[in-house]
């Protein structure tokens, strides 16, 4: 049987194939790694989300006192859900050498639509940490419900870092470049990087 041209649609689009990190196949989760960063040029100081590796400058940001307000957008050219447990990893440090303080660190998640409102989807903060050159490794999970993103909408990471007047230290570098000795003695990155759940449609 002849094909109708009316009726007939031809592209040289292939399809759109997404590779994940890694899945959780019982509930239908794919998990794409993304990193927090920081770039710098004349314009000044911008924060970035991405799944590729590199180093930021500066690859840290300290609160002194003045806690860090910090937005992480992750922009949609198509249509995604997201669903489940968000992993996130980073370390901070209460204050510097000899120079004893406190810091906590909260996260918030966020459905940002093309009207530029936010949702919250969901949030999480740290215990409140203390010492001098002192660093903590720090795992948050945030679990949200089923959240819809179109093109021209964001995800976008808040984070609020909160420290005493000592030089209170959140490292923010994708390529991990820096590594510290946490409280448990562990070698530990200084890498921030959450673990989007996307869902996987069968």
Not at 3 to 27: A, H, M, R, S, Y
Not at 174 to 187: H, W
Request: aromatic share 12%; proline share 5%; glycine share 8%.
């Amino acid at each position: 049987m002849p094909l109708d041209p009316d009726l007939t649609e031809f592209t040289t689009q292939g399809p759109q194939v997404v590779t994940f990190d890694w899945e959780d196949i019982f509930k239908g989760i794919g998990y794409i790694s993304y990193f927090c960063g920081i770039s710098q040029d004349t314009g000044g100081v911008a924060y970035f989300f991405s799944s590729q590796i590199q180093e930021s400058q500066p690859p840290s940001e300290a609160a002194n006192a003045t806690p860090k307000d910090l937005d992480f957008d992750l922009d949609f050219d198509a249509e995604e859900d997201i669903e489940g447990l968000f992993l996130i990893n980073f370390t901070q440090r209460p204050g510097s050498s000899g120079a004893a303080g406190t810091c906590n660190t909260a996260i918030t998640i966020y459905h940002v639509d093309s009207g530029a409102s936010e949702t919250s989807l969901g949030t999480a903060q740290t215990a409140t940490r203390s010492g001098s050159g002192t660093f903590y490794r720090e795992n948050l999970q945030i679990n949200i419900s089923r959240q819809h993103f179109s093109p021209g909408e964001k995800l976008r990471i808040n984070v609020i870092f909160t420290g005493s007047a000592n030089s209170a230290d959140l490292p923010i570098d994708p390529a991990s470049s820096l590594t510290f000795t946490d409280t448990f003695g562990r070698t530990v990155g200084s890498d921030f990087i959450v673990q989007v759940p996307f869902k996987i449609e069968s």
